[in-house]
């Protein structure tokens, strides 16, 4: 079992930048995939960006491609999500997600995809 814990959302002006940080604990974060999805009110839940385990690959959605950095830190079992050029549109309940897979570098873009998740953390954008 994975325990994910999320922090860093907050209210920001657009334009600016915030990093979000999500902490594993429990069963060792070696092998896994991580992933940010995000909830705006009234919509699904959305693939934003993934970083696999094995080769450090990582795939973004194509609205976040360019503004969004996915990057993680095994040592301190931490992965980070640094978004710049904030948008309005960019607010939403932001997840972190876990799936085991020590040498699978495909993309998984699909929520039921990852069986570990945390509690997410709250993004807004001001315009």
């Known amino acids: 079992q994975v325990q994910l814990v999320e922090s860093g959302g907050e209210l920001v002006q657009a334009g600016g930048s915030l990093r979000l940080s999500c902490a594993a604990s429990g069963r060792t974060f070696s092998g896994y995939a991580m992933a940010w999805f995000r909830q705006a009110p009234g919509k699904e839940r959305e693939f934003v960006a993934q970083?696999?385990?094995?080769?450090?690959?990582?795939y973004y959605a194509d609205s976040v491609k360019g503004r969004f950095t996915i990057s993680r830190d095994n040592a301190k079992n931490t992965v980070y999500l640094q978004m710049n050029s904030l948008k309005p549109e960019d607010t939403a309940v932001y997840y972190c997600a876990a799936r085991f897979g020590r040498w699978d570098s495909r993309l998984y873009v699909g929520v039921k995809e990852y069986p570990y998740w945390g509690q997410g953390t709250q993004v807004t954008v001001s315009s």
């Open positions: 970083i696999n385990w094995s080769d450090l690959s990582t």
